[in-house]
């Protein structure tokens, strides 16, 4: 039997993704525009990166993509900032 090994480079940048939305939604109904590039430069990582992220936190239900606006659940986007912060 094999165990995958889990991804934690990439944990870390979800985490990273996820504090960044967090912070750009605020209590208001105002869009607001942040490109993947923008949050790839914020967190210090790559677009792949970020792409990759993103992925993940929508498979997950933390995010819907759709039309080039995000939508987010805020529980669950934190969940995934705090589980990221656990591992270092």
Same mark, same amino acid.
């Given at each position: 039997?094999?165990?995958?090994?889990?991804?934690?480079?990439?944990?870390?940048?979800?985490?990273?993704?996820?504090?960044?939305?967090?912070?750009?939604?605020?209590?208001?109904?105002? $869009?607001?525009?942040?490109?993947?590039?923008?949050?790839?430069?914020?967190?210090?990582?790559?677009?792949?990166?970020?792409?990759?992220?993103?992925?993940?936190?929508?498979?997950?239900?933390?995010?819907?993509?759709? $039309?080039?606006?995000?939508?987010?659940?805020?529980?669950?986007?934190?969940?995934?900032?705090?589980?990221?912060?656990?591992?270092?």
């Amino acid at each position: 039997m094999t165990f995958l090994e889990p991804n934690y480079s990439l944990v870390h940048a979800k985490g990273m993704v996820a504090k960044v939305l967090l912070e750009h939604t605020g209590n208001t109904t105002e $869009r607001r525009q942040l490109a993947q590039r923008d949050i790839a430069t914020l967190t210090g990582t790559d677009w792949e990166t970020v792409h990759k992220s993103l992925k993940s936190l929508q498979d997950e239900g933390a995010i819907r993509i759709e $039309r080039h606006r995000i939508f987010i659940n805020k529980d669950l986007l934190r969940q995934a900032e705090l589980f990221a912060q656990s591992i270092g």
